[in-house]
């Protein structure tokens, strides 16, 4: 099956003289390379035909899907979690910021050891890892609040293994647009597996009759996801080298141009790979760009239900909850509404980039621009209106949460093309470590810190409950904005950078195919 770069798109002008000019047998990698066809493709690559590629992007999404679920369980039933414990808001919070933390931390380590190991093994141990953790968690009593916390963060831990690494498989086996359209699919799966964990958990707490068993059912759904990866998913590397005459990626990169940061990736060490990664201006910016959206998601993700479940309370829709199970509708609604937006938002945010890069090479970073600008007043109205209308609050979050999701794929691409492919697994470890230490890791406490300062000074009331949360939730619109303000700035040098990317590995083919002709043996006269 032919697959062909559509003309006029991004990059394709800068890639046809270097398509013209590749050596026979010589081979492309990652985010950089030249477009071709997936047959083609397929040759480069030895044993990965273009169905099993599908495969595995089908597999991997699954295992996306389950990821952010466990993300969002708690959310899900924050209420009947805060009436358990008998904890308070800024405590609550705390459940997030823990599970962040521990999640960004470790980002950096399995991005070392993604760049340099077998993917595969450290997928599959960091999938045992979170779903063991996440059945323990279900059987903890009421008395022992603290080993709670300790499991959300080391289901942190787990799900950094899967986050940093699964991106840079996709990024061996597709290119170009072809790789845009497939991050595009495996980015759906954010906002679907998070919909999806909110609307498991209501689900599974209403039916069961108790919030424990909500942690109980994407266990078995990760025996599942760690059969399918041993099974199904390949190690693009290793199997492209097997395909090379057994070349490794190291012998092709040994004398690389000694340009400030041409040197071969390979051999450098990680803070050679970090120092290079912070002279790369598009991907600094975008970095913050991304930081600002996990800033907002973050507060928004945690504590959007909450806020629901009070304005109905608010309004006389639904009695106070004085004891679980809590059966509010609000995470089940808020579910569908993050699975729609996020659907259509991914696929939206795609298809404009795709057709903006054939007239503007900075496309995708004003894309995200515009995503954050547009969402921030939509937001604003979702929060304001909630003391008057549940109904336009549900309407303005879809909207918010709509132009967010624009975003999510772009932002992916954005990174794979302006870092070189063997430092790809570090820089995506890296801009997960800074969106959550400056993001998602501290949105929520931040937001329950504020709203029981403010709760203080007003009435113990429910209104003064609901006024308290709402006042705290505009902070993320003045957040929102900035961040579309970072990827205005990352537009501004995006080119230059994707340039020196892709000069990179131009030398770094040529240098490949050079030293394999001179290593060649000659035939005797």
Same mark, same amino acid.
């Given at each position: 099956?032919?697959?062909?770069?559509?003309?006029?798109?991004?990059?394709? &002008?800068?890639?046809?003289?270097?398509?013209? $000019?590749?050596?026979?047998?010589?081979?492309?990698?990652?985010?950089?390379?030249?477009?071709?066809?997936?047959?083609?493709?397929?040759?480069?690559?030895?044993?990965?035909?273009?169905?099993?590629?599908?495969?595995?992007?089908?597999?991997?999404?699954?295992?996306?899907?389950?990821?952010?679920?466990?993300?969002? /369980?708690?959310?899900?039933?924050?209420?009947?979690?805060?009436?358990?414990?008998?904890?308070?808001? &800024?405590?609550?919070?705390?459940?997030?910021?823990?599970?962040? =933390?521990?999640?960004?931390?470790?980002?950096?380590?399995?991005?070392?050891?993604?760049?340099?190991?077998?993917?595969?093994?450290?997928?599959?141990?960091?999938?045992?890892?979170?779903?063991?953790?996440?059945?323990?968690?279900?059987?903890?009593?009421?008395?022992?609040?603290?080993?709670?916390?300790?499991?959300?963060?080391?289901?942190?831990?787990?799900?950094?293994?899967?986050?940093?690494?699964?991106?840079?498989?996709?990024?061996?086996? !597709?290119?170009?647009?072809?790789?845009?359209?497939?991050?595009?699919?495996?980015?759906?799966?954010?906002?679907?597996?998070?919909?999806?964990?909110?609307?498991?958990?209501?689900?599974?707490?209403?039916?069961?009759?108790?919030?424990?068993?909500?942690?109980?059912?994407?266990?078995?759904?990760?025996?599942?996801?760690?059969?399918?990866?041993?099974?199904?998913?390949?190690?693009?590397?290793?199997?492209?080298?097997?395909?090379?005459?057994?070349?490794?990626?190291?012998?092709?990169?040994?004398?690389?141009?000694?340009?400030?940061?041409?040197?071969?990736?390979?051999?450098?060490?990680?803070?050679?790979?970090?120092?290079?990664?912070?002279?790369?201006?598009?991907?600094?910016?975008?970095?913050?760009?991304?930081?600002?959206?996990?800033?907002?998601?973050?507060?928004?993700?945690?504590?959007?239900? =909450?806020?629901?479940?009070?304005? $109905?309370?608010?309004?006389?829709?639904?009695?106070?909850?004085?004891?679980?199970?809590?059966? &509010?509708?609000?995470?089940?609604?808020?579910?569908?509404?993050?699975?729609?937006?996020?659907?259509?938002?991914?696929?939206?945010?795609?298809?404009?980039?795709?057709?903006?890069?054939?007239?503007?090479?900075?496309?995708?970073?004003?894309?995200?621009?515009?995503?954050?600008?547009?969402?921030?007043?939509?937001?604003?109205?979702?929060?304001?209106?909630?003391?008057?209308?549940?109904?336009?609050?549900?309407? !303005?979050?879809?909207?918010?949460?709509?132009?967010?999701?624009?975003?999510?794929?772009?932002?992916?691409? /954005?990174?794979?093309?302006?870092?070189?492919?063997?430092?790809?697994?570090?820089?995506?470890?890296?801009?997960? !470590?800074?969106?959550?230490?400056?993001?998602?890791?501290?949105?929520?406490?931040?937001?329950?810190?504020?709203?029981?300062?403010?709760?203080?000074?007003?009435?113990?009331?429910?209104?003064?409950?609901?006024?308290?949360?709402?006042?705290?939730?505009?902070?993320?619109? !003045?957040?929102?904005?900035?961040?579309?303000?970072?990827?205005?700035?990352?537009?501004?040098?995006?080119?230059?950078?994707?340039?020196?990317?892709?000069?990179?590995?131009?030398?770094?083919?040529?240098?490949?195919?050079?030293?394999?002709?001179?290593?060649?043996?000659?035939?005797?006269?």
């Amino acid at each position: 099956m032919q697959n062909s770069v559509p003309e006029g798109s991004s990059g394709m &002008s800068e890639f046809t003289d270097l398509q013209s $000019q590749q050596h026979p047998g010589s081979q492309n990698y990652g985010a950089t390379a030249p477009a071709t066809s997936t047959a083609q493709f397929s040759q480069t690559t030895g044993k990965i035909s273009a169905k099993r590629s599908y495969l595995a992007v089908g597999v991997l999404c699954y295992i996306n899907l389950l990821n952010y679920m466990d993300w969002f /369980i708690v959310p899900g039933v924050l209420v009947d979690v805060t009436k358990y414990f008998n904890i308070s808001d &800024s405590v609550a919070g705390l459940l997030q910021t823990v599970f962040i =933390l521990c999640f960004l931390v470790s980002a950096p380590f399995f991005g070392y050891l993604g760049d340099r190991y077998n993917r595969k093994v450290i997928l599959s141990a960091g999938i045992v890892l979170w779903s063991s953790v996440t059945l323990g968690s279900s059987f903890i009593t009421e008395s022992h609040s603290w080993i709670f916390f300790v499991s959300r963060g080391l289901v942190g831990f787990g799900t950094a293994s899967y986050s940093t690494i699964a991106p840079t498989i996709i990024a061996d086996l !597709f290119e170009k647009d072809q790789r845009t359209s497939v991050l595009s699919v495996f980015y759906i799966f954010i906002p679907v597996g998070s919909g999806l964990g909110y609307v498991l958990s209501s689900s599974a707490t209403q039916t069961a009759g108790h919030w424990h068993w909500a942690f109980r059912i994407t266990p078995c759904m990760g025996v599942i996801a760690v059969a399918l990866l041993i099974l199904l998913v390949p190690n693009p590397t290793q199997d492209a080298t097997e395909g090379h005459g057994h070349q490794s990626f190291t012998s092709t990169t040994q004398g690389a141009d000694e340009k400030p940061g041409a040197q071969s990736t390979a051999s450098t060490t990680w803070c050679d790979d970090v120092k290079s990664l912070s002279k790369n201006r598009s991907f600094i910016w975008s970095s913050l760009g991304v930081t600002a959206m996990a800033f907002v998601t973050g507060a928004l993700g945690l504590w959007v239900p =909450l806020f629901l479940d009070r304005a $109905q309370v608010v309004h006389d829709l639904v009695p106070p909850c004085l004891q679980e199970p809590c059966r &509010s509708p609000n995470s089940l609604i808020f579910g569908g509404i993050t699975i729609a937006t996020g659907i259509f938002g991914v696929i939206t945010g795609a298809a404009v980039a795709r057709r903006y890069k054939k007239i503007n090479t900075k496309a995708d970073p004003l894309i995200c621009a515009v995503g954050m600008f547009s969402s921030a007043p939509f937001l604003y109205l979702s929060i304001m209106l909630a003391a008057q209308s549940i109904i336009a609050t549900y309407i !303005f979050i879809a909207l918010g949460e709509f132009f967010l999701a624009l975003n999510w794929a772009i932002v992916a691409d /954005i990174l794979l093309y302006v870092v070189v492919p063997k430092r790809q697994s570090t820089a995506v470890s890296l801009q997960i !470590f800074v969106s959550h230490l400056l993001g998602d890791a501290g949105s929520p406490y931040l937001t329950g810190v504020i709203s029981d300062a403010l709760h203080t000074r007003q009435n113990d009331s429910h209104l003064g409950a609901f006024r308290s949360l709402q006042y705290s939730f505009i902070l993320c619109v !003045f957040i929102d904005v900035l961040g579309g303000g970072f990827f205005l700035l990352t537009a501004l040098h995006v080119e230059e950078d994707r340039e020196e990317a892709q000069q990179l590995c131009r030398g770094i083919e040529n240098k490949g195919y050079i030293s394999t002709e001179d290593d060649e043996p000659q035939d005797e006269a």
